[in-house]
């Protein structure tokens, strides 16, 4: 073969080869548990010990945010010449994105949140924002993509979406098309699919500086990255501030 490459590289800690190994990551161990620890102590010994080793070998590693990269320089002691830097993609085929006609019209407010794990996305954060909109007298609806649970008129909820089917996959980019704001509230992503899948059809995000996402989501250009993400009022302000601004939300 003229190269390997792997996103899984911990198996490879034993690999030795004069055929170039190239790895593609999205967070390293030391990077995930500094921010959200899910790892035993022993765990995390024996995994940074195998990545050490893998990506020392390795000819080059593909990450998709400059957080990442710091981690790899800083945690790991790689040189930068050996990493790479591509932004996350949508997980979307080429095909699929067409003709996007967005309603420039934000009244309702039309959020949007994707999300398979409640707590790490905060889905709660996201309830907060539009029920705190709503008693302001901001006309807003969220959609909760991904997840089942009892809505109400404000507040409603669309199962999780098989993108390999046709069918399903053009219900699932439908909410994107017709939403005004992905709300990704996450309190932690390595980089995050759908800021990228929102990008998109047009849909601006907002969301934190958490792991990656401030290379996924470019400030000011295809949504906004908030300092502070764990606060709601937050995102409450952003919102506000589009919706009073339109001719800032078309651009």
Known sequence: FDLIFTVFPNPL????????????????FIGQQSQWKINSYIGMIISIWQEKRVFNHAKSIITYSEWCKKDLEKNYHISPEKIFVFPMPAAIPRNEIKNVGKNLNISPI??????????????????????????????????????????NDKIRYVGPYNKSINSQLREYTNHYKQAHILIHPARFEA?????????????????????????????????????????????????????????????
């Open 13 to 28: 800690c034993f690999f030795y080869s004069n055929i170039p190994l190239i790895i593609s990551l999205d967070t390293t």
């Open 110 to 151: 039309r959020l949007l949140l994707v999300a398979r794990e409640y707590y790490r996305k905060g889905v709660d954060i996201a309830i907060q924002v539009v029920n705190s909109l709503n008693a302001s007298g901001f006309n807003s609806i969220l959609t909760i993509c991904g997840l089942e649970g009892k809505g």
């Open 191 to 251: 980089a995050g699919i759908t800021p990228s899948e929102a990008a998109a059809y047009g849909t601006p995000t907002i969301t934190n500086k958490i792991g990656g996402l401030n290379t996924t989501v470019k400030n000011g250009v295809s949504g906004y990255v908030l300092d502070n993400g764990l606060d709601y009022l937050e995102y409450v302000n952003k919102i506000i501030f589009l919706h009073q601004n339109p001719d800032i939300y078309k651009e």
